[in-house]
């Protein structure tokens, strides 16, 4: 099996340091080598692009030269940075003048011979469901989910080349893979507003509401998520008034369902605690 | 004479073609913050196409997109208007702008203040910035604390080794007209 380049992003090394311990857990256990880019930058993420173009292009650009010395396709559990520098590539590989101006900036030369995965297209299209369900040693029985993308993993889909960015199937497979009871539902890839959570909290609450309502009416007792931003507004904005509902990355399911012991490690992080769900499933 | 100077930036600096939207408003039935904006989007593109620059630039709508892209997904006409929305909040902030919404545009400052100087995100520092900045102490006081004590947001930062490569980019950037 191939290895790969490993860009955790900024939030992975913070406020989402369960979501990075469960990719690292994870691939160790699937045997799939990470190497982590050696002296990655911020990507600038949603705040570069709001001030300069050219710096939300040449931020994610110093990474991708990184990356193409490294010589191996670079997997992004984050959506905004995987989005970023997926952008980044598309301009390098479809806008010969603004390719030319970022290398003369960063100094190297674009081959385009490294790609840009998201983490959810590696573990559900290269490793595969059949390899994953073959590790599965506690599945995940009777654990109602819905699976959620949000925005940037999925859109604008002519510069992501991912799944239909209107109803996207990977998440639920990989889910039900694990065992869980993936319900459907319309809302995976509608926006939660993580960008204006802390500068318009109350716009953010109210998306996060009907996410939570929603997919609680499809019959679900936690959301699982694919992104860092995500998963912290979905915990953070969820109204004080009713009963929160946790909110999981998808490596850190596949890490329960495959048994290992370190996802013990991964609950105490959580700002809503899915300790007493978990402990309702039949095991 | 209708003044297309305006249109026509907005044009090169978002490489769209604004004079394409035939206002169907699939984007503003789409956009999940619609219903918190002055305008929406569909309206925004027409106060392009109309050259009011100033009542844009001064509009809460360009700070409340939250780059979402459901708009330029579903968009008949294929424009993307999320990089619309960079567009006018580019030059808002290169023009001094006051912006309608003063916590979004510091936050997009401060953030990047920080990418400049250490290479990377380092979010208590960030946070700490902004707090003091917007004044305002106490809210999510109940999470923040928490997410410390969690082990979630380390207090040193990581200074990358490429910093002075970062901070030249950012030198760089800061000039570059965008000229397609």
Redesign the interface.
Known sequence: MTDYSYYPGCSLEATAIEFNDSVLAVFEALQVGLHELDDWNCCGASSAHSMSHALSLALPARNLAIAQKAGRDVVMPCAACFNRHKTTDHVMRNDPEQRAGLEKMIGFEFTGTVGVRPLLDVVGNEIGLERIRAMVKRPLTGLKVVGYYGCLLVRPPEITQFENPDNPQLMNRLLETLGADARPWSYATDCCGGGLSLTKSSVAMKLVTRLADRAREAGADAIVTSCPLCQLNLEMRQPKTSPKMPIFYFTELMGLAFGLEKAGGWWSKHLIDPQPLLRQLPV | MLDTTFTTQINL?SSQTIQLCYHCHKCTAGC??AE?MEFGPDRVLRLVQLGEKERLLASHDI??C?????C??RCPNEI?IAQVM??L??IA?AEGVRPA?P??E????V??GV?RYM??????SM?GA?KLWSMDLL??MD?AP??LL?????LLP?L????G??RR??E???N?K???
């Open positions: 600096l999940p913050v918190d700070w409340l939250a780059g979402c892209e459901t330029g997904t993307d960079d567009a909040r580019q902030i919404e916590y979004a510091k936050f997009h400052k953030f990047m990418v290479g990377r995100m380092h979010e208590a946070l902004y809210s999510d999470s928490v997410m969690k082990g979630k947001v380390p990581h990358l080794k490429g910093r490569e970062v980019i950012f760089e950037t800061s570059v965008r000229e397609t």
